[in-house]
């Protein structure tokens, strides 16, 4: 089975420095990672994804993230750092059941971001 | 075009009702995904229905349950509630299942709490 980690669960960083929310994972096959966002009393919302091609996602708000094989990552970063910013994280990889041949998402247990003014 | 919509967003039952949840996709999107949010557990997948039709199931007992209408309107429905099931139930919606590389848009999720 498929499995994401994010091994903080707290991030600091100051305002207006770059930030960087780990991810690693483990799958069998080609990796379909995702990153979202929760802030407080609401769902989540979708930055960005991995399927294939560049290593280097760009998404939403100013976020991206960098899929490393090798190293089995992918680690949410953004270069400077908003007061906004400051969140949940979670990291996502589709989970294949072979015998059904049906789809679902696991999640990482998240990260807090705080950035701080 | 308007997001996913949960109702209602707060909810306060006591041990041994019954609740029921409702989500509405996004206009077009026939995948509805339901997850269970606790501070302990993190998010966990509960069921998914497509086309009226569950297609996957999480680990969850069966007093945890769900449907589909055909306009892809879903509700989820928890008997017999226990203080455990106190948690933010979010729904998500995609517009095919199965596709994974489809990308899951989460309402804002209906806030559970059991006394």
Not at chain 1, 29 to 49: A, C, D, E, M, T
Not at chain 1, 76 to 91: M, Q, R
Not at chain 2, 87 to 109: K, V
Request: with cysteine; charged share 15%.
């Amino acid at each position: 089975a498929q499995s994401v980690a994010q091994p903080e669960d707290q991030v600091n960083v100051a305002e207006g420095n770059p930030l960087t929310v780990k991810c690693t994972y483990s799958v069998s096959g080609n990796p379909y990672l995702f990153w979202y966002v929760q802030y407080p009393n609401r769902g989540l919302q979708f930055l960005l994804k991995y399927i294939t091609g560049d290593n280097l996602v760009k998404g939403s708000y100013g976020f991206e993230a960098e899929f490393n094989k090798s190293q089995t990552s992918f680690h949410l970063k953004k270069p400077s750092a908003l007061v906004s910013d400051s969140a949940l994280y979670f990291c996502a990889v589709r989970d294949i059941d072979e015998s059904s041949g049906t789809y679902k998402y696991i999640f990482g247990t998240g990260t807090r971001l705080k950035v701080l003014a | 075009k308007a997001g996913v919509t949960q109702t209602p967003r707060y909810l306060i039952k006591t041990r041994g009702q019954q609740v029921t949840l409702s989500c509405s996709p996004i206009s077009g999107h026939r995948s509805v995904s339901w997850y269970q949010q606790t501070p302990g557990q993190g998010l966990q997948f509960l069921f998914e229905y497509f086309s009226e039709t569950q297609r996957n199931k999480g680990n969850f007992p069966g007093r945890f349950s769900g449907r589909q209408f055909s306009n892809s309107r879903s509700e989820m429905n928890v008997s017999t509630l226990e203080l455990g099931d106190s948690a933010l139930y979010l729904c998500a919606s995609s517009y095919a299942s199965g596709a994974g590389t489809d990308t899951q848009y989460f309402g804002p999720g209906t806030r559970l709490t059991v006394l």
